[in-house]
């Protein structure tokens, strides 16, 4: 009966430290393809809870019957330990909260930085930009924009903005943060417990596995291009709650963080360097960051889709297009795009010529590492 007493407390605690080992940013843990194990766990562990714990009531009994009682007294003060950090101190749900109020307003009474990088999206003629200084920490920020519910998500360790339709078989689903695989964050649907990645937004474990959630076209830019582009667009704002959680994330997108996991490589190609993706003609490509700061713009192909990528003069905001063919060479001067007979703004409607407005090709600034893992075919520009 002693046996049996230890013998849950030790099936305790491995488990407990397994269930969060799996899907949080620990030692190796991103590196394993363990979503299938961590799911199994999170599934039954009610199941397992009941049975470990049960071996401890049972063999309890035997244990603090003897005189000696503090040694199993530590144990069963370390299991429990272990049980709430793990479920209260390192779920990522209790790490990283909702807003208690999303506050937008427009460029009048805006408060946020015009030189802030922010997430913006546009549906049914309304926009609005997301400061990823605030959705960075909150993860995902569930909204409504023209009209429709949107869930605006954020991976720091990835640095992937990403804005879904939060509608899974034509339901809208409410979704938690419930931790990561291969260091991007991880959601899971109120309805039927699968977990969807957030790169991509995909269901990666449980009944829906397979499905994707629709994604809505968003762009990353300056707070200060985007209401040049937008000037009637709504800004989020700060939620006074968070703070100090906001300003911690202060030097993040600008790449001068040091935390291990959220810190930028300043040298090309390295795990954390920036590189922008694109998805077009049926294939992926990586563009580096520190080659489109130099020449401006780009004009490359993907799959078989001609494509132009620029880099606005602040720096920091960047567009792609689809050309008419490769022939064709965009140049790039003052925030204008000219090509053989026309002028087009940053958003590729027509200034000056004559011809069609450009077409928009949604690109994507994040770490190395997470657009080869999510897109093992890349190539590399």
């Known amino acids: 009966m002693k046996r049996l007493f230890y013998f849950g407390i030790i099936g305790i605690i491995l488990f407990e430290i397994a269930k969060v080992y799996f899907i949080m940013p620990m030692p190796g843990s991103q590196r394993m393809n363990s979503i299938d194990t961590a799911y199994f766990l999170h599934t039954w562990r009610w199941v397992l809870r009941a049975f470990f714990w049960a071996m401890i009531v049972v063999g309890g009994f035997s244990v603090f019957s003897v005189k000696t009682k503090w040694l199993p007294a530590i144990f069963l003060l370390l299991a429990g330990g272990i049980t709430y950090a793990t479920n209260f101190e390192m779920a990522a749900d209790t790490m990283f909260y909702q807003p208690s109020q999303v506050i937008q307003h427009n460029a009048a009474t805006n408060k946020v930085g015009m030189d802030r990088l922010i997430i913006g999206v546009e549906a049914n003629g309304e926009a609005k930009a997301y400061p990823i200084q605030y959705i960075g920490y909150h993860h995902q920020v569930r909204d409504v924009l023209g009209g429709k519910p949107v869930m605006v ?21 409410v979704f938690r943060l419930v931790g990561m695989d291969h260091f991007n964050a991880m959601f899971e649907d109120s309805e039927t417990g699968s977990w969807w990645r957030q790169a991509n937004g995909e269901a990666i474990a449980g009944p829906l596995k397979g499905k994707m959630l629709p994604e809505l ?127 087009h703004n940053l958003l590729g409607k027509r200034l000056t010529g004559t011809g069609n407005n450009l077409k928009r090709i949604t690109a994507y600034q994040e770490f190395w590492h997470s657009w080869r893992t999510f897109h093992p075919e890349t190539g590399r520009y």
């Open 217 to 343: 076209a968003s762009t990353q830019t300056s707070l200060g291009q985007w209401l040049k582009l937008h000037p009637n667009s709504k800004v989020m704002q700060p939620d006074p709650v968070y703070q100090t959680q906001y300003d911690s994330m202060s030097r993040y997108e600008s790449g001068r963080g040091k935390s291990v996991l959220t810190r930028t490589d300043s040298l090309s190609w390295k795990d954390k360097s920036w590189v922008v993706g694109i998805r077009a003609g049926g294939a992926a490509k990586a563009f580096d960051w520190n080659r489109l700061k130099k020449e401006r713009i780009i004009n490359d192909r993907v799959g078989n889709v001609p494509i132009a990528l620029l880099l606005g003069a602040d720096n920091n905001s960047f567009f792609a297009f689809e050309k008419g063919d490769d022939d064709e060479v965009f140049t790039f001067r003052n925030d204008t795009i000219f090509t053989k007979n026309s002028a």
């Open 153 to 173: 998500t954020y991976c720091t360790v990835c640095r992937t903005g990403r804005v879904f339709e939060p509608v899974v078989d034509g339901k809208t689903d």
